[in-house]
């Protein structure tokens, strides 16, 4: 089975550029989490989907970020501008629900994001 | 304002000796609690979890032992090989009104080294 796939592995960008980072689910799962990396704060939510509807954005940092998820195999996470301070790994994780019972969350490998 | 900690960035181990990773929260609504593991370059994967009626969680090298009165959790791996050396992140998340834990939240995670 393939996992959560996110690409590309890697972006090194401009201040200023936008930023387009992206997610397949794992199939038939019907939950979708984009979290991002620092040192300064660990690994923290930014927003999650459920059957492709954003249910919690509050980790959102701000206006600049943005995510769709357009059906359920495909999610982007946009950075509009991007700044040196959005310098992270980003992640995208997915899990299946199951009434009554707290579901894994499934990651993918990560999005090693540089801006200069 | 931090609800996960994991006060050591690191700790390092004999091989075979146990390691004891700990971690604190501060959020009294907070019922299931969990651990991943991650290699560099790739994403978190779910090691073991525990829910807040219990106390230990046994699977096999791995226990997580909760003390909720002192909001306190600890990852035990016995004995301990150097596969095991990797970041840990301890999580933890509030049941909601739909029944099943969706959000988690990460502590910053402890780089545990296991010698040979």
């Known amino acids: 089975d393939a996992g959560v796939i996110q690409s590309p592995r890697h972006e090194v960008t401009e201040m200023g550029q936008e930023v387009t980072l992206r997610c397949k689910p794992i199939?038939?799962?019907?939950?979708l989490f984009w979290y991002r990396q620092t040192m300064m704060r660990g690994l923290e939510l930014l927003i999650y989907f459920n059957n492709n509807v954003p249910i919690d954005d509050s980790g959102m940092p701000e206006d600049r970020f943005s995510a769709k998820m357009p059906n359920a195999s495909f999610s982007t996470l946009k950075i509009q501008p991007s700044e040196p301070r959005d310098s992270a790994v980003y992640f995208c994780a997915s899990s299946l629900r199951a009434s009554g019972v707290t579901d894994t969350q499934y990651f993918g490998p990560g999005t090693r994001l540089t801006v200069l | 304002d931090q609800q996960v900690k994991q006060n050591s960035p690191s700790l390092s181990v004999q091989e075979g000796r146990i390691s004891i990773l700990n971690c604190d929260y501060t959020n009294s609504m907070f019922d299931y609690f969990l651990w991943y593991k991650k290699y560099p370059a790739e994403g978190p994967t779910f090691l073991i979890s525990?829910?807040?009626?219990?106390d230990k969680n046994e699977d096999g090298r791995f226990t997580v032992f909760l003390n909720k009165s002192a909001k306190h959790l600890s990852l035990h791996i016995v004995p301990s090989q150097p596969g095991d050396s990797a970041v840990y992140f301890c999580a933890a998340s509030a049941q909601n009104s739909g029944g099943s834990n969706y959000k988690l939240t990460f502590g910053k995670g402890t780089l545990l080294t296991v010698n040979p």
């Open positions: 525990i829910s807040s009626i219990k």
């Open positions: 199939s038939g799962h019907d939950y």
